[in-house]
């Protein structure tokens, strides 16, 4: 990696392992919580929509926050929201405040996401960037939950997020100081022509149609028009598509992670504690195959759709044989690999994110495309959980296998639309860019 580069991955990296702690040490705190205020688990999760509206909220505004105030505010801001967010969380807050706290916490949240990746996805070789990027968070969620636990018992819910407010207070600083006060946003970028179907010899690299400026369709979308940036961003095919993928991973990913130890348990028949640790084996399968599969991919000579195609194809694969095969084993297996097939989808969405809009437009695209995945994060889970009331849990891997074919049905003209703007050869060899 370029020295210039070096600092501001490393501290987005230290910034997803923060990230990943603060959603880890959700569930712990739960508990304590509901004692602490003497809710019930319904009126608790209130707090869940409060965060989620206040992530949607951050996923539409980032893109202006950047072009506005550059990557640097803008990023600062989200980590300065979060801080004083946990900070007064702290303090003990009423209930009603604590359900409005977790607004300006998913805000902050959401910048940060937003922000850093679409920094990343600036920089040459940004597919292996950015899986590294969601590795990092999935290292911060598998330590959250015991370092949650080991301050609840002997202090309290309050404590941890103090901690968490004061860590985020350096963090701000280091922002400050280490990213650029002008860098590689895309916001800065010439426009390029947005994504969208095109003849088969348009999307050819070397065709001249892809060389050319920007069209007079492109001209037209970087014109004003309600909602700003987000509101062009919301009307290019592309950004939807990808905001459609994320939310049905998300969801598949979320509603595996939430209902599989009760599958593993009534279904299989295993043991409660082999079921743990085959869940915690499933997260663990997610951080792996950021960190390994998108390298060993690109070592392969595949490019970030090649990528994607493989991850779908052994997400559908694994899930299928997961749900023919009997035993308790082959279950078990099949959650810690059907983690890692999935654990690059995201980051790779995210990767090709420029190629699916206009370079002004990529902050606000990857804004909405973060959206769309709280959306799904929240209503497929839901919904797998109704089916599994009312139906059986046995339905969870059927359920998981029409996810993983909606997504394969979604990614198929995202692809073309990704196929018809090469990535250059600067971001696809990342020769100057290795960490």
């Known amino acids: 990696m370029r020295q210039p580069m070096r600092g501001p991955v490393l501290l987005a990296y230290a910034a997803f392992v923060f990230v990943g702690v603060n959603a ?26 409060a965060g989620s509206a206040g992530f949607v909220l951050a996923g539409v505004t980032a893109g202006a926050l950047i072009q506005r105030y550059g990557t640097r505010i803008a990023v600062a801001t989200g980590c300065c929201v979060y801080a004083l967010a946990a900070l007064y969380a702290a303090t003990r807050p009423a209930f009603a405040a604590l359900v409005v706290l977790q607004v300006a916490s998913g805000y902050g949240v959401g ?36 370092l949650a636990a080991a301050i609840v018992a002997v ?11 004061v860590v985020a207070i ?74 459609a993928l994320l939310a049905v991973y ?15 348990v009534q279904a299989r028949g295993q043991a409660a504690v082999l079921a743990g640790y085959a869940v915690s084996g499933y997260w663990l399968g997610l951080t792996a195959g950021r960190f390994l599969l998108g390298p060993t991919v690109t070592r392969l000579g595949l490019t970030a759709s090649g990528l994607m195609w493989t991850c779908l194809a052994g997400v559908t694969v694994v899930t299928t044989l997961t749900w023919l095969l009997p035993g308790k084993a082959v279950a078990a297996a099949g959650l810690v690999l059907l983690g890692f097939f999935l654990g690059p989808i995201f980051p790779t969405a995210m990767a090709v994110a ?65 196929g018809a703007h090469p990535e250059s050869p600067s971001r696809v060899t990342g020769s100057v860019a290795r960490t």
């Open 354 to 418: 420029p190629r699916l809009t206009t370079a002004r437009l990529v902050p606000a695209s990857i804004g909405i495309m973060n959206a769309g995945s709280v959306v799904g994060g929240s209503m497929f889970p839901w919904l797998a959980g109704a089916i599994a009331e009312g139906t059986g849990v046995w339905t969870l891997l059927p359920f998981t296998l029409a996810l993983s074919l909606l997504q394969l049905l979604i990614w198929g003209p995202m692809a073309r639309r990704v």
């Open 111 to 146: 910048v940060l996401e937003s922000v850093l990746n679409a920094y990343l996805s600036a920089l040459p070789d940004a597919t292996t960037l950015l899986n590294r990027l969601h590795g990092f968070f999935g290292v911060g969620a598998l330590l959250g939950p015991p």
């Open 155 to 165: 202090a309290s819910w309050p404590t941890v997020m103090l901690l968490l407010g």
């Open 250 to 264: 998300v969801g598949l990913e979320l509603g595996m992670g939430n209902w599989a130890f009760g599958y593993l």
């Open 24 to 49: 880890g040490v959700t569930g712990v705190l739960l508990a304590a919580q509901m004692d602490d205020y003497a809710v019930s688990r319904a009126t608790l999760g209130l707090t869940f929509f």
């Open 170 to 243: 350096p963090l701000i600083a280091c922002f400050l100081i280490v990213y650029p006060r002008a860098g590689p946003d895309p916001a800065a970028a010439k426009p390029e022509s947005p994504a969208a179907p095109e003849s088969p010899a348009a999307a050819k690299p070397e065709s001249s149609a892809a060389a050319k400026p920007e069209s007079s369709a492109a001209a037209k979308l970087e014109s004003p028009a309600p909602g700003g940036l987000a509101g062009l961003a919301v009307r290019q095919p592309g950004v939807l598509l990808g905001a």
